[in-house]
């Protein structure tokens, strides 16, 4: 008797004839119906988002494709320098860049609002969790930002549509508190975090969010790149930079 596991998935199969994915059949029930990130919510849910759920899950995403030249941006750049016949390369290259510090922040921050709110319905004290939190975390991930100080301005925004599309709740309260007890900004994937906890979203998917969004960003980031070329001068100033300290430490 075979004791191998059956090969499945749940998201989509095809025949010659049809396409289905998660239940609906490509050409007829989602072409023309719904938009990249309306798409992306069906793949994390297994379900259609309602019309709130839409404007809100697209913000979230679309906030994160774009921030110009940073880290993962010219990660990509230089790495179509020196491979343009490869951009899925590129795009990888800068993709691998979104860590703990830069994007994939929102995981640790949506996977420390739920550990620390795991029912949003219960009654909890916000403002003693924002306080041990603050005191036990050396770091916190989606709090603090090098550029937007005193106020990220994606944040705000985020919010109001979260009131908006009556998805304000105790996460998002929570992490408020925590910034202004830290006395930084709450920043961008900070926000994204929370509202992700406030849709039911898995933490473990957080990260993912800013992944599929960046990717679009660094698609760009490419073609603007083979069309007005900066890599080269980048690469060529941190040669001519780390000549100079060179030159300096030997006399």
């Not at 499945?8 to 007829?28: F, H, M, N, Q, Y």
């Not at 880290?71 to 899925?88: D, F, K, N, W």
């Not at 603090?144 to 908006?164: C, M, N, Q, S, Y």
Request: overall charge positive; some cysteine; hydrophobic content about 40%.
């Amino acid at each position: 008797m075979s004791t191998r596991k059956p090969i499945r998935s749940d998201l989509g199969w095809s025949t010659a004839e049809r396409i289905v994915v998660l239940g609906k059949d490509l050409p007829r029930e989602i072409l023309g119906r719904f938009n990249l990130g309306d798409m992306a919510f069906l793949e994390l849910t297994g379900r259609s988002p309602s019309a709130r759920e839409s404007k809100l899950f697209n913000a979230m995403v679309v906030t994160l494709v774009e921030h110009g030249i940073t880290p993962s941006a010219l990660a990509a750049r230089l790495t179509y320098l020196g491979a343009p016949e490869a951009m899925q390369a590129a795009v990888a290259a800068g993709l691998c860049g979104l860590g703990s510090v830069f994007v994939g922040s929102t995981e640790g921050c949506a996977r420390m609002l739920f550990e620390e709110i795991p029912d949003p319905k219960a009654k909890v004290d916000l403002k003693k969790i924002a306080r041990r939190i603050v005191a036990e975390r050396k770091r916190i991930p989606g709090i603090g930002h090098p550029l937007h100080k005193p106020v990220d301005p994606r944040t705000p925004r985020l919010f109001a549509i979260a009131r908006e599309c009556r998805f304000y709740g105790p996460y998002c309260r929570l992490i408020e508190r925590v910034a202004e007890e830290k006395g930084l900004p709450l920043n961008a994937t900070g926000a994204i975090a929370a509202l992700a906890c406030e849709m039911g979203f898995d933490w473990k998917i957080c990260r993912g969010l800013g992944v599929m969004a960046r990717a679009v960003g660094l698609v760009g980031h490419i073609l603007e790149e083979s069309r007005r070329p900066i890599a080269g001068e980048i690469w060529r100033r941190g040669e001519e930079e780390a000549s100079r300290h060179l030159r300096r430490k030997r006399k």
